[in-house]
Structure formats: C-alpha cells, structure tokens
C-alpha cells in the first residue's frame, strides 16, 4: 500500500466492517501512469481521508477482499492532493472516506445514513447508496490520470 507522499497505510471501511489490509505497491510498467486525486469539500481537518482505488467490480466501494487495490490515507488537514503513484493500466474506480474520528469505518446513523464524508471517482454520484462502479470507473494508460473529487456530507 503505497502514495506518493510515502505513507504506508491500511484503510478501514467505507462500510461498517473493516477495508482490506494489505495490498501491494503497484509494478511501475511502461503501461502505467500516475494517478492523482484532488479533493475538495472537506468540512474539517479532524480525522484521516482513507481512500481505495480497484479493479474489480464486484470489491467497489470497500475494496473488501482486493489485494491488487491501492490504498492512500492522509491526515484530513493535508488531504488536498492524494497520490496512488505510478499504477498499471487498466479501468479502475476510488471511493474516498473522511473517517472524522479515526476509528477506521464508515460511521452510520440507523445503520444506513452516512455520518461521515464520502466521495468516488469521476464525482460519480450517489443516489440510494454508493455508485455503481463503471459509474466511478476511468482508464488508466499511459498519461498521468487526474481526478477531481468533492466529498459529500448527509449529516
């Protein structure tokens, strides 16, 4: 589990349970590029923003169960710019989480509404639960991959 920043890291859900612990860092092959995720809508700096990024279909958003996904956390007062580094080719999908508290898992009002923050690739959007990934999905070749993500916020 690698970012450009040089934080080795294990993520904790974006749903109740638990997120994968531990991925490897990506081979850097010449069909790779570098992937880059510029966030916005933070509402605080308390917490850590853990963030995923996949392959699979069937392991977004929590990347449950994924050892081939990368994973960056940051502090959320450094959270602007997250780097997953040189990544190879493919169609891939993040899903990022505001864990405010630190305690490693999406925290849920009435186990369904959200109280923490969220955000997926490509902005993609939510509507009654997280997005399907090739909602999220983009490609990843050759040139460097620049994603721009606001969190949101239900509570």
Known sequence: MRNGSGYLV?????????????AAPAAQGQDGADVRVTIS???SQAGVVRACMTTQP?????????????RVVVPAGEARVLDFGTVPAG???IALLHDENGNGKADRAVSMIPLEGYGFSRDAKVRMGPPRFEEAA?????????QAIHMRYML
């Open 10 to 22: 294990a993520l904790g859900a974006l749903s109740a349970a638990p997120l994968l612990l531990g």
């Open 41 to 43: 809508g933070l509402r």
């Open 58 to 70: 069937g392991r977004f958003p929590q990347c449950r169960g994924d050892g081939t996904s990368f």
């Open 91 to 93: 169609r891939y999908a």
């Open 138 to 146: 983009f490609v990843v070749g050759g040139r460097p991959v620049r």
